[in-house]
């Protein structure tokens, strides 16, 4: 019974092409989230999604696009993807806004 | 800017010692939380601890939060070598988004 769980968890790729990454979460949370790890192994925040309502950080490339067809799924959707784009993405949720957070296995993706 | 910064970057203690991490922020915040991540896994919520509170205790784990100081530390008692792992400090400030410092990469030793 996972509680949050991410496809695929590789993803190899070629510059230049669209992909997207399925979340799920079924702790009926209210909250989602996508997170980037670099190499080094920061996390940043991407986007967060509570009740229809989207935060976006400024600092993500308007390439990426949260999508969610229900509140139990928030899917990221990666367009013309670039070598900087290589990196573990991390969905997570959370009952509100600002309380613990659970993350899913993580998706890593290389792009070549 | 940076909101959380753990320190140290990395600490190897022997199974049985106490480890301390610290995590320092920039600006005022609403919550604080600690997460540990296992290698090549996702995150494990361990402790949220509000800006009015000053300790909070779980299990091993006892974390504290300074406002003034604007930090906080993360000891792990009695260490074993399942806590080997890289532990994370996260804000929020009122209202903004979650800010995950670079993390504490924590070796135990048996």
Same mark, same amino acid.
């Not at chain 1, 969610?68 to 806004?97: M, R, T, W």
């Not at chain 1, 659970?102 to 070549?112: A, N, S």
């Not at chain 2, 920039?26 to 509170?53: A, D, F, P």
């Given at each position: 019974d996972t509680a949050v769980s991410q496809t695929p968890k590789y993803l190899v790729t070629q510059m230049g092409n669209d992909k997207s990454i %399925?979340?799920? #979460? &079924?702790?009926?949370h209210d909250t989602?989230?996508?997170?980037? #790890?670099?190499?080094? %192994?920061?996390? %940043?925040?991407?986007?967060? $999604? &509570? &009740?229809k309502e989207l935060i976006? &950080?400024?600092?993500? /490339?308007?390439?990426?696009? /949260? %999508?969610?067809?229900?509140k139990a799924h928030l899917n990221l959707h990666i367009n013309s993807l670039e070598l900087g784009d290589s990196a573990v993405y991390f969905c997570a949720s959370s009952l $509100?806004? $600002?309380?613990? #957070?659970?993350?899913? /296995?993580g998706t890593r993706l290389t792009v070549l | 800017s940076q909101q959380g910064e753990e320190d140290p970057q990395a600490l190897s203690i022997q199974e049985g010692e106490n480890a301390t991490m610290n995590c320092s922020y920039k600006t005022s915040i609403n919550n604080l939380q600690w997460y540990r991540q296992n290698s090549g896994r996702g995150l494990v919520h361990l402790i949220l601890i509000r800006s009015n509170e000053r300790e909070k205790h779980s299990g091993r784990l006892r974390?504290?939060?300074?406002? *003034?100081?604007? *930090? *906080? *530390?993360?000891l792990i008692t009695a260490s074993r070598a399942a806590d080997t792992a890289s !532990?994370?400090?996260?804000?929020?400030? !009122?209202g903004q988004n979650f800010v995950f410092g670079p993390g504490t990469r924590l070796s135990v030793l048996p």
């Amino acid at each position: 019974d996972t509680a949050v769980s991410q496809t695929p968890k590789y993803l190899v790729t070629q510059m230049g092409n669209d992909k997207s990454i %399925k979340c799920e #979460q &079924n702790l009926g949370h209210d909250t989602m989230y996508w997170y980037k #790890q670099d190499s080094k %192994k920061f996390l %940043k925040i991407m986007f967060s $999604y &509570n &009740n229809k309502e989207l935060i976006i &950080n400024e600092t993500v /490339p308007n390439r990426f696009s /949260p %999508k969610s067809p229900d509140k139990a799924h928030l899917n990221l959707h990666i367009n013309s993807l670039e070598l900087g784009d290589s990196a573990v993405y991390f969905c997570a949720s959370s009952l $509100y806004q $600002y309380n613990e #957070q659970f993350f899913g /296995p993580g998706t890593r993706l290389t792009v070549l | 800017s940076q909101q959380g910064e753990e320190d140290p970057q990395a600490l190897s203690i022997q199974e049985g010692e106490n480890a301390t991490m610290n995590c320092s922020y920039k600006t005022s915040i609403n919550n604080l939380q600690w997460y540990r991540q296992n290698s090549g896994r996702g995150l494990v919520h361990l402790i949220l601890i509000r800006s009015n509170e000053r300790e909070k205790h779980s299990g091993r784990l006892r974390v504290t939060l300074d406002t *003034s100081k604007k *930090s *906080s *530390s993360l000891l792990i008692t009695a260490s074993r070598a399942a806590d080997t792992a890289s !532990y994370f400090c996260a804000t929020d400030n !009122y209202g903004q988004n979650f800010v995950f410092g670079p993390g504490t990469r924590l070796s135990v030793l048996p």
